[in-house]
């Protein structure tokens, strides 16, 4: 492995008294040490000047004891030997650090030809050099790291995934994308200085290789150990394809959802085959979450990373990129639908340390109308940036009637779009065979008169007003707040008058 003159001026210093002098032009990697015989060509190679030459010197690297007349001295880098220093002594150590070079490249070599993983990699540099290195994928995941205890990096600081704050100020960076374009070793100062190394697959950013920088004076040294791992880590890139190995079913999901929000209505085949490779049904309660970047900041959003952050962070979660933002699409009956107050105080904090806002569909059953959920999430960051601009996140259910007033029923069925408390009751009754829908659209009718109501439904007052204690209980409505009552009658209106089988007049 040939060397350049940083890494061998640092291994040298290490035990021996010497003064540098690099030169002032572009240098190349070094071969194994010679000693100087006065002919052929200089450069390539380390030459070892035992005794001072009479005729001046060709440019080239030279290990001497006095400075030698030289006919290009920016052309030539001379390594200045104390008198007290044995060549001998100096040349047989010059051959041990070409051995160790040689013998971390070998390891390397070896471990990319066993098809062994990045970790081993990582793990075999640390153990030469001891220097602090860290693979990320371009989600922000620990692929490989490799750093003493309690580092001082802060990109090296978490287990599994980079710090949360640390990721948000480097995607908040205005450069962030250029970084992600930057070819070869590049400087790159956050807490301390680190020297990156951009990897790419198909065309795109895939991942970055880190090092921390200990010694700003011996920096060219580190570049030359990064180049090189780099080196090895692109030959296992391009075995694997990628640093992230995806489930099967993640990538199914992530196909469906994508096709989904393109307009494409899945067949009934195309839902089977998902629920054989995936278990997700036409059956289960979904919620459709939209995340943009805080409307009043300018910040975009690291979509990689935040698809890998909602998917670890809620079970039974799929979500995708969809014109630079986040779509996620998170199955309630995996997740489970009794912790659906539980999830949206966990997407509350998510997004506030994100500095994002969400938009939340309404819950719903089956996989056929995806986009037209995502579009209720779109809607509900719509009205609720104008109504409650200080919240995190918005949901549907919140602005319904907010959207009812500006669109009519839009795009959406009158299910979609009118108060879910009535869905919720005409629920209820076919399941208990109640009549809490029939009783509430006929208070409605009467004109909030009890007695009225009770009469055109041939109960007893009391009955009816146990109904409707039994119906505040169930929805919580607050039928004083004006509000609520237009968009109740707006519903009543959009879905009809209930029909025959939504009413049980025997019901006591």
């Not at 200045?80 to 390891?107: A, F, G, H, K």
């Not at 081993?120 to 693979?135: A, D, E, M, N």
């Not at 205005?174 to 951009?198: A, Q, S, V």
């Not at 996620?328 to 904090?349: C, E, H, R, V, W």
Request: hydrophobic content about 35%; charged content about 25%.
């Amino acid at each position: 492995m040939k060397l350049n003159t940083d890494v061998i001026y640092y291994h040298l210093l290490q035990k021996h008294h010497l003064e540098y002098k690099k030169a002032l032009t572009p240098e190349e990697e070094l071969g194994r040490p010679r000693y100087y015989d006065g002919s052929g060509n200089r450069e390539g190679f380390l030459y070892l000047l035992s005794e001072p030459e009479e005729e001046p010197i060709d440019p080239g690297t030279y290990l001497c004891y006095k400075k030698p007349a030289m006919k290009d001295p920016d052309a030539t880098t001379l390594f200045l030997l104390s008198s007290r220093e044995d060549p001998r002594e100096v040349y047989n150590e010059l051959q041990n650090i070409y051995d160790y070079y040689d013998e971390w490249e070998n390891s390397c070599l070896q471990i990319v030809e066993k098809y062994q993983d990045y970790r081993s990699l990582v793990r075999q540099t640390y153990q030469c050099f001891h220097l602090p290195v860290c693979l990320v994928d371009n989600q922000f995941s620990i692929v490989a790291s490799e750093h003493e205890e309690n580092s001082p990096f802060a990109l090296f600081e978490d287990d599994g995934q980079i710090n949360l704050d640390t990721v948000n100020d480097i995607i908040s960076n205005p450069h962030m994308r250029n970084l992600e374009t930057t070819r070869g070793i590049f400087d790159f100062d956050y807490d301390r200085n680190y020297k990156l190394y951009n990897f790419r697959s198909g065309g795109k950013y895939c991942g970055r290789l880190i090092m921390g920088i200990q010694d700003a004076g011996f920096a060219d040294r580190d570049s030359l150990i990064l180049a090189k791992l780099a080196e090895f880590i692109e030959l296992l890139l391009h075995r694997f394809g990628s640093f992230q190995f995806t489930s099967s079913v993640q990538t199914y999901l992530h196909s469906f959802l994508v096709d989904s929000l393109a307009g494409k209505v899945p067949h009934s085949r195309e839902i089977n085959r998902l629920n054989q490779n995936t278990g997700w049904s036409e059956e289960h309660t979904y919620l459709m979450v939209y995340y943009l970047p805080e409307h009043r900041l300018k910040k975009e959003l690291y979509p990689p990373y935040l698809i890998s952050q909602v998917e670890e962070r809620w079970r039974g979660t799929c979500a995708v990129e969809n014109q630079g933002n986040v779509v996620m699409l998170l199955n309630l009956s995996m997740y489970g639908i009794d912790k659906l107050p539980d999830f949206y105080q966990s997407l509350a904090y998510l997004v506030r340390d994100g500095l994002m806002i969400a938009g939340c569909s309404r819950t719903f059953t089956g996989l056929r109308e995806l986009n037209i959920y995502f579009k209720q999430a779109v809607y509900a960051i719509e009205f609720g940036k104008k109504k409650d601009s200080t919240r995190w996140y918005f949901r549907f259910n919140d602005y319904g009637l907010e959207y009812l007033l500006n669109y009519g029923t839009g795009i959406f069925k009158p299910e979609q779009v009118c108060h879910p408390a009535l869905l919720q009751l005409r629920k209820h009754d076919q399941i208990k065979q109640t009549s809490y829908y029939l009783t509430l659209f006929t208070y409605f009718e009467q004109q909030f008169n009890m007695s009225q109501a009770a009469n055109q439904l041939y109960i007893h007052r009391s009955t009816f007003i146990n109904r409707m204690e039994r119906i505040q209980e169930l929805t919580r409505l607050n039928l004083d707040d004006y509000d609520t009552r237009l968009y109740l009658e707006l519903s009543f209106r959009l879905l009809q008058e209930p029909e025959e089988e939504f009413t049980f007049q025997l019901y006591v």
